[in-house]
């Protein structure tokens, strides 16, 4: 998982690995596309998923769709590309796969602070943990990285991240599986 660090150290990372990871997560943000986008645009071609906010994929892109922007994003090199929406949700594309979660309706966010951060490694850690990089298996990160951005906002920082159990992420797996799931007839 390279972090949100200027693309010239994010690239000095993988240079240093004696061989090349099962998968290369990449965060950054609208800051470094502003003064090192070239840079920016040299390690996106050696990582195989990027998570990137909405405004981040269509600057980086040029394009407003993010449909559009996920697609010319994935031209760049990376396999997946992990659109982050905040209270909206998010969304994964892959070879022409495309997967929406949305976030899980919380009646008080106290501090959105780290959110984006906590769903990266929550996403992150559920693939390590798995060792899963198919699709569905991304899905799944997907949501496991929402869940606990969800934890993230009820305080502030890290501080609802210090107290987490187990028991309590079961049950918001639980809160997303029941949000999102139902059955229909189609005629």
């Known amino acids: 998982m390279l972090g949100n660090l200027h693309p010239l150290t994010q690239q000095s990372v993988l240079d240093q ?7 290369a997560i990449l965060d950054t943000m609208n800051f470094w596309m502003d003064i ?6 040299a390690v996106i071609k050696n ?65 959105p602070t780290g959110a984006g951060d906590t769903f990266a490694g929550g996403f992150a850690g559920y693939i390590a943990k798995t060792g899963n990089i198919s699709f569905e298996n991304m899905k799944k990160a ?3 990285g929402s869940a606990l951005a969800s934890f993230c906002v009820e305080k502030f920082g890290t501080e609802r991240m210090l107290t987490l159990t187990d028991k309590e992420i079961f049950e918001r797996l639980q809160q997303f599986k029941d949000l999102t799931q139902f059955d229909i007839e189609i005629n």
């Open 47 to 111: 990582i195989d998923v990027i998570t990137i906010n909405d405004e981040e994929a269509r600057q980086l892109s040029g394009e407003y769709s993010l449909v559009n922007a996920a697609k010319k994003i994935h031209e760049m090199g990376p396999k997946y590309v992990v659109i982050k929406k905040g209270e909206h949700g998010a969304l994964l594309f892959s070879e022409g796969n495309m997967f929406y979660a949305p976030a899980l309706p919380l009646a008080e966010v106290f501090d």
């Open 142 to 144: 997907v949501i496991y």
């Open 17 to 23: 690995m004696s061989k090349k990871p099962k998968l």
């Open 36 to 41: 090192a986008m070239d840079d920016l645009k």
